[in-house]
């Protein structure tokens, strides 16, 4: 049983301004598949390597099955990390690799060829096991190095972008792989990665972590669904979602003014009921792409749109438009002064749209969009924050 906990986890390093972890405070339950996600430098890499013991700590403290490991070696830890490169013994065979930490810990030799064959088996090493890495691809070595840390089943198991390697094909076969082999031995794992679709297929819970704070933890369906934050809302889900600033306004029924139009808004103080409070003041609308589609005549709410980007996939299309007027107003200004709950890659002025399959859409050629506002999201234009 290894639960893993995270107790104001935090790392400032030498000349650094801002920590690069910041009071980071996280379980990571007994047999969880938790993914860490984030853009890149945003912490994700020195919170796993404080977990294993290669990095120290500047504050807060490393908690495994309710002892305190903080100050113990990484041998002591009983952890297994899989790195991006994969760091293979060149002069050893798959199978020497493979049973290497075994060997350390003196296991009996029929039992460690047995656990590497079985091991081999699941990851479909079989045939490569008397082969040297420089033999194998780079799919191949991946699977090497998960097997080198899976086959002494470690308490905890920590994957450093361990696909970012290998080609899109094989990423998606390897990811569904990584998901076969949690299953089977539910080890805790926990997972590093900057790529959104990853974290959503493969967390059992996803935390998103933003310039070394933690944004929010929960399953890849609350985080699409309820996301905590406008840095969220903006990082899972793709396309990403589209914001613009808008003022909704009392009335039967409710009215929201966007880019000079009035729309009405009949639900959506049921939906929200915070924004009774906030007729009137600025707040940031947040629509995913595909809460648009291509207008019909009794369409509620509809924005004209010049395409200046259509990109075709297969059953539906990607169609990218300036944004309505304020799609970016909330994170003007200095970077450096956007709050760490405001995703900063959003501050594009184009919005996506993703609609079905129509002859008629080209770049230039005016179409007109319906919104479905019973899908949209609002957040305080301030401070980035989900208006519930
Ligand atoms: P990536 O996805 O690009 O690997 P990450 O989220 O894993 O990024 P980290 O590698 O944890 O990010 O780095 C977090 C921050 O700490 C970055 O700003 C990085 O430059 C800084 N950093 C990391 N290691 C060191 C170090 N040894 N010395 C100084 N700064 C460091």
Redesign the pocket.
Known sequence: MSAVRLEHLT?T????AAP??DDVSLTIRDGEFLVLV????????????MIAGL?DTTFGDVVIDGQKVTDWAPKQRDIAMVFQNYALYPHMTVAENMGFALRLRRRPKPRIREQVEDTAHLLGLEEYLERKPKALSGGQRQRVAMGRALVRRPRVFLL??PLSNLDAKLRVSMRAELARLHQRYRVTTVY?T?DQVEAMTLGDRIAV?NR?RLQQVGTPEELYLAPANRFVAGFMGSPSMNFATVVLHDGDPVTMSLDGAVFPFPDVLRRCPDLAGRFGEEIVLGLRPAAFSLAGPDSAAVVEAVPLGVEALGDEKHVLFEAPHGGGAATSGDPGDVPVAVDESSVSRLWTAKVQQHAGLAIGRPVRLALDLSAAYFFDAADGYAIP
């Open positions: 790392k390093f030498p000349g650094g690069a972890v984030g853009p890149s430098g945003c912490g994700k890499s020195t919170i796993l390597r990095e450093d972008e590093v900057h972590l070394g």
